[in-house]
């Protein structure tokens, strides 16, 4: 048998099993609920209307990519919610494949291309999300894939494909579009604008469906939920809750801002999503100083060794406020220790690692340059939003790169030093 199907094998039995068994032993997955999250009822109503609406209104506020894979993953199997999530967990499975290809074309070292994609099969965080209805599994397989074929982009075809997943990562989770642009300009300073523009144009390609259908409906090229998102990491109590609760705890203090400043706007999308950015950019034009603190503490709390928000999202917990900023959390919900340790050791250990890594691979930067584009990315759309593990993790499969390069470094200082000692006589 070939040796690289072997080892094809070897990485498709440790991604599927791991996350076949979690998805066994915690089905169904315990923060779902049919009548709340929009994914579901998103591909619901494609299903039954042949549109992207919820409960037949349609909408303009969610990227469509995750909602249309799910809907044709229901189609495919019967609505069986089990065999919907083994099939995300293949989706995973392709994503190791691209993750080992990648980590080759980097370091040219077929060790650290295993050790990479390993870590990726066995980080619990993402085995996590794999047996989660959630978009994190589908969009850091298709960030990969656009990555791997953005390096190989030598030539007009991966160029092509490049740009092809880009379009499907941007349409996955819009918050990746400052890594196209980047890359488009990084590729005409190396490549020369032909490249760039074919990079440019197979994007704007795929994307041109939803941002024509957007601006039909109500007059917006791209997701309406910017707004709206940008008001609660930048409003008078955001930096209470970060980073120990979700801001999705906000939400009756959002609908009530809008209720009282702009009641007009209720229900139009655009208008709503323009009222909430002009809000924001408010407060933090009349908060400079908590904001400059706030996005600096974001930035931190994004790479930080524990699960954010430090309390998950419960249906029991809410939040009250009153007009003179006193606020209280009722009911908040708390992590099993066994859980936070499950994150946080993993995930340390990598981070170290990753740094050490981009470290020794320091002079070899214009090769990773991709993976600094990400990296810089996420890490500035999130720190001016809010921080989340959720929003990050699709991305660590850069610190996966960088941890088994230095991986393998110390592994070949170790077998140096053991060298002599085996071979004396």
């Not at 009548?35 to 919820?54: A, E, P």
């Not at 997701?223 to 120990?244: M, V």
């Not at 809000?279 to 706030?294: G, N, S, Y």
């Not at 919900?333 to 859980?339: D, F, I, M, P, Q």
Request: aromatic letters at 18%.
């Amino acid at each position: 048998m070939n040796q690289k199907i072997k080892l094809y094998l070897v990485l498709f039995f440790a991604c599927f099993s791991v996350r076949f068994i979690s998805l066994t032993f915690n089905f169904p997955p315990a923060d779902f609920d049919p009548n709340v999250s929009y994914h579901w009822l998103l591909s619901g109503d494609l299903l039954r209307y042949g549109t992207l609406s919820i409960q037949g209104i349609k909408t303009a506020a969610f990227e469509p990519l995750y909602p249309s894979w799910l809907a044709a993953a229901r189609w495919l199997t019967g609505n069986d919610l089990y065999a919907v999530l083994v099939l995300q967990i293949l989706v995973a499975v392709i994503g190791c494949f691209y993750f080992y290809e990648l980590s080759f074309l980097l370091s040219k070292n077929r060790r650290v291309s295993f050790i990479a994609s390993l870590i990726y099969c066995l980080y619990p965080y993402l085995i996590y999300q794999t047996t989660a209805l959630k978009e994190v599994t589908l969009f850091t397989t298709l960030l990969i894939a656009a990555a791997y074929y953005y390096v190989k982009a030598s030539d007009v075809k991966n160029t092509v494909f490049s740009g092809f997943f880009f379009g499907l990562t941007i349409l996955t989770r819009s918050a990746s579009l400052p890594i196209l642009i980047l890359g488009f300009c990084a590729l005409i300073v190396k490549k020369g604008y032909r490249q760039g523009l074919v990079l440019l144009g197979s994007s704007l390609l795929i994307l041109s469906p939803m941002t024509l259908r957007n601006h039909h409906l109500n007059g917006s090229w791209f997701p309406t939920r910017s707004g709206g998102n940008l008001f609660d990491g930048n409003s008078e109590y955001s930096d209470k809750l970060i980073p120990a609760f979700s801001m999705d705890l906000l939400a009756p203090y959002v609908d009530q801002t809008l209720k009282k400043e702009d009641p007009q706007a209720i229900g139009n999308q655009k208008e709503m999503n323009r009222f909430f950015k002009r809000k924001a950019i408010e407060f933090m034009a009349a908060h400079p100083v908590r904001t400059v603190k706030l996005k600096l503490l974001n930035l931190v709390y994004f790479f930080y060794p524990r699960i954010v928000p430090f309390h998950p999202m419960d249906a029991n917990t809410k939040f009250l406020w009153d007009e003179n900023g006193n606020y209280r959390i009722i009911n908040p919900a708390h992590r099993s220790l066994a859980k936070e340790l499950a994150y946080s050791i993993p995930y340390t250990f990598i981070l170290i690692t990753a740094a050490m890594g981009i470290y020794l691979r320091r002079k070899l930067y214009r090769e990773d340059l991709i993976l600094y584009f990400i990296l810089f990315s996420f890490a500035a759309i999130y720190s001016l939003y809010f921080p989340s593990t959720q929003y990050r993790c699709p991305m660590d499969f850069v610190f996966m790169f960088f941890s088994a390069f230095a991986i393998d470094y110390g592994l070949n200082r170790f077998e140096a030093s053991r060298w002599p000692a085996e071979h004396s006589v």
